[in-house]
């Protein structure tokens, strides 16, 4: 039986339209996938149903009953639960005090904070993911973003009287998760379909969306495309209906192969957790990084940009001593460097497409080093924009009116402008739909070929499978493992990221 159905739902946003005759049809105790690329209207969706935008025009009803949903509070009333993709987290507030936002805190006497319950109830919601590592006193801060986002996915089984969740949205859940935390996600999802409830599940991950959901709507340009039972649907059928053609392989293939030259050596290096670390690094060569939630991939990104000091060893470019003091140092070295968090680490969301890429490269487009020259910035930017294939409407549009995958070109863009030597990529795909998934991974080939040479820190194994020469397995800060990725299953990586075979260097 239908529980949730949306019909003809249109948006427009200064008379360019977002959203234009979308259906959308959920079961009660179905995991329904909503998919799409970048921008085809999934997030304008999302917000009609959290009653945060209002459609222009849509009918909506709930078992057969039509609704409005003309507030969050309306949502939240109906039963409606939401877990977005930004973390939307207080960092100085404890753990428990960010599940609880937007709710009422338990009173003592009517009157005063009842922190015992507060803290019970929070742990208990924690509990329901299998979660016992996380101190809900601790502040949010301290805690990894992995961490941060089992908190903000904990909030939404937070029950509360009056309001029993009925419907919960996710989009993108798992992009900070480990395997580990994402399949105890999964496993509290299927409880949830077994006990009658209704999931709407957004991932760019195609296997988790085929291993888990029941049914799959996909939205192309604001309008829906095909609704149909995952089961009676190949994972290349659902890539062509979300991008309207189809891609023959995931992976562009090498063009070259990587020199014999060394681009980086870290000899016996310590810094922050990580162990005596070695390894050399070849120019034109992909070297990615595997390992469980804080294995210590973070902290070697961090030396190798300067963000963290060495404690012990040494390091070499091309032959030569390295050891930067700062971020400064790493980029006029020829490092570039791609953070996970786009929008918190790697984004002036206000502020133009052109000042996002130019930020890192001021110098350059500056008379004497003194006075800048916004048209300079402009066409700097406007080319780099053409090299990584951003879709924007010019460089002076604002990087939060971008979608994510475009967002994402952008900091590549800004890394790519010094023409680097070294690329560091922490999750460079993170949040990024199949398309611009592609075109990012191109974008990589094409810089390799040309001898830069790149370290990918990625959760998605498939994706150091694909586009590596080789990975170097994390464990406990230490590097435990380098293999070949050609014909490397993923089970096997998975193994070994767990220390369950023997290593064996590549």
Request: hydrophobic fraction near 45%; aromatic fraction near 4%.
């Amino acid at each position: 039986m239908t529980f949730l159905s949306l019909q003809n739902v249109a948006k427009a946003y200064a008379g360019v339209p977002a959203l234009r005759r979308v259906n959308l049809s959920i079961a009660a105790g179905e995991i329904h996938a909503l998919m799409g690329e970048n921008g085809a209207g999934k997030s304008t969706l999302i917000k009609i149903l959290a009653g945060v935008v209002a459609p222009d025009s849509a009918s909506i009803t709930i078992n057969d009953q039509p609704v409005n949903i003309e507030s969050a509070q309306a949502a939240y009333r109906l039963g409606f639960r939401f877990i977005h993709q930004e973390l939307n987290v207080v960092p100085a507030l404890s753990v428990a005090e960010n599940i609880f936002i937007g709710r009422r805190y338990p009173l003592r006497a009517g009157l005063f904070i009842d922190w015992r319950q507060l803290h019970a109830t929070a742990h208990d919601a924690l509990n329901r993911l299998g979660i016992t590592h996380i101190d809900t006193r601790q502040k949010m801060a301290r805690l990894s973003t992995g961490d941060q986002m089992l908190v903000r996915i904990s909030s939404a089984f937070l029950g509360e009287a009056g309001a029993p969740a009925r419907l919960y949205v996710m989009d993108e859940p798992t992009a900070a998760l480990t395997r580990e935390e994402s399949e105890r996600l999964f496993r509290v999802l299927l409880e949830i379909r077994a006990g009658g409830g209704s999931v709407l599940y957004v991932s760019h991950r195609l296997d988790e969306v085929m291993a888990l959901c029941d049914k799959a709507t996909v939205l192309r340009d604001g309008e829906t495309i095909d609704t149909g039972k995952v089961a009676e649907i190949t994972h290349d059928d659902l890539v062509a209906l979300m991008i309207g053609r189809k891609v023959e392989e995931a992976y562009p293939a090498p063009a070259t192969m990587p020199s014999p030259d060394q681009a980086l050596a870290l000899r016996d290096l310590v810094a922050g957790r990580l162990a005596p670390t070695s390894f050399t690094l070849r120019q034109g060569e992909i070297l990615g990084v595997a390992g469980l939630s804080g294995a210590g991939q973070r902290d070697l990104l961090r030396v190798l940009f300067g963000d963290l000091p060495v404690k012990a060893g040494r390091m070499e470019l091309h032959g030569t001593p390295y050891r930067p003091t700062g971020p400064a140092a790493a980029w006029k070295a020829g490092l570039a460097y791609v953070p996970r968090e786009r929008r918190s680490e790697g984004l002036m969301l206000t502020r133009p497409i052109f000042e996002n890429i130019t930020l890192a490269h001021l110098g350059r487009q500056s008379l004497g080093g003194i006075a800048l020259t916004p048209r300079a910035e402009r066409l700097f930017a406007t080319q780099l924009g053409a090299d990584v294939r951003l879709r924007a409407t010019g460089p002076r549009q604002r990087a939060m009116e971008l979608s994510g995958g475009n967002q994402q070109k952008v900091v590549f863009a800004r890394a790519l402008g010094g023409q680097p030597r070294v690329l560091l990529l922490d999750e460079p795909t993170r949040g990024v739909d199949v398309g611009a998934k592609f075109d990012i991974y191109s974008i990589i080939r094409d810089m390799t070929a040309k001898g830069m040479a790149v370290i990918l820190v990625s959760s998605d194994l498939p994706e150091l499978i694909g586009m590596c020469d080789r990975i170097a397995v994390m464990r406990d800060g230490a590097i435990t493992d380098i293999v070949a990725a050609a014909g490397l299953g993923e089970d096997e990586l998975l193994n070994r990221c767990y220390g369950r075979l023997p290593t064996a260097a590549a």
